[in-house]
């Protein structure tokens, strides 16, 4: 379900990615440090990873 605007028409708020926190400016687009230290240990350990079919026609070589 998408946000809906602020009424006033200011840019909707950044949330964390992380923790759903507001993001500040000094650590954009995370709210802090800390929340920028845990993404890059996923990207670093490959917590992140594009799920991926076998595919049928790998196997007939």
Same mark, same amino acid.
């Given at each position: 379900? @998408?946000?809906?605007? @602020?009424? #006033?028409?200011?840019? @909707? *708020?950044?949330?964390?990615? /992380? ?13 802090? *440090?800390?929340?920028? %230290?845990?993404?890059? #240990?996923?990207?670093?350990? #490959?917590?992140?990873? /594009? @799920?991926?079919?076998? !595919? !049928?026609? !790998? !196997?007939? %070589?």
């Amino acid at each position: 379900m @998408p946000a809906e605007p @602020p009424a #006033n028409g200011a840019k @909707p *708020e950044k949330r964390c990615p /992380i923790c759903g926190k507001p993001a500040t400016a000094a650590s954009r687009p995370f709210c802090s *440090e800390r929340c920028r %230290d845990v993404d890059l #240990n996923r990207w670093l350990s #490959n917590s992140y990873s /594009i @799920p991926a079919a076998k !595919d !049928d026609d !790998d !196997d007939a %070589d």
